[in-house]
Nanobody, 122 residues
Framework: QVQLVESGGGLVQTGGSLRVSCAVS????????MGWFRQAPGKEREFVGA???????YYADSVKGRFTISSDNAKNTVYLQMNSLKPEDTDVHYC????????????????WGQGTQVTDSS
């Protein structure tokens, strides 16, 4: 059974940086596209970005140039590096896995982590 566990969330000031991680167990994540989503209270979960099996990365326009997704195959872990954080970035961040080529839609992801909270401390 595939399990995803996020970590690394916490308090961060506007303009600061934070890296969150997603450890994958039960299957090699290199078989999937791994996506990051975020959700603010009362809002829909939205796509942040993804890294495909070939290492290609895709980002939402709202985070392009500020966020970077990477992976460590040896650790079966995916990372989301967030820089120049804005107040609207402080949500619960989720990682997810999909075999679909439609990587921007949460409905295409079958595996989800429990989420990690990023909070604005400003």
């Amino acid at each position: 059974q595939v399990q995803l566990v996020e970590s690394g969330g916490g308090l961060v000031q506007t303009g600061g940086s934070l890296r969150v991680s997603c450890a994958v167990s039960g299957h090699s994540f290199s078989s999937y596209t791994m996506g990051w989503f975020r959700q603010a209270p009362g809002k829909e979960r939205e796509f942040v970005g993804a890294i495909t099996r070939t290492g290609a990365t895709y980002y939402a326009d709202s985070v392009k140039g500020r966020f970077t997704i990477s992976s460590d195959n040896a650790k079966n872990t995916v990372y989301l590096q967030m820089n120049s954080l804005k107040p609207e970035d402080t949500d619960v961040h989720y990682c997810a896995g999909t075999s679909s080529v439609i990587i921007g839609q949460q409905s295409q992801y079958g595996y989800w982590g429990q989420g990690t909270q990023v909070t604005d401390s400003s």
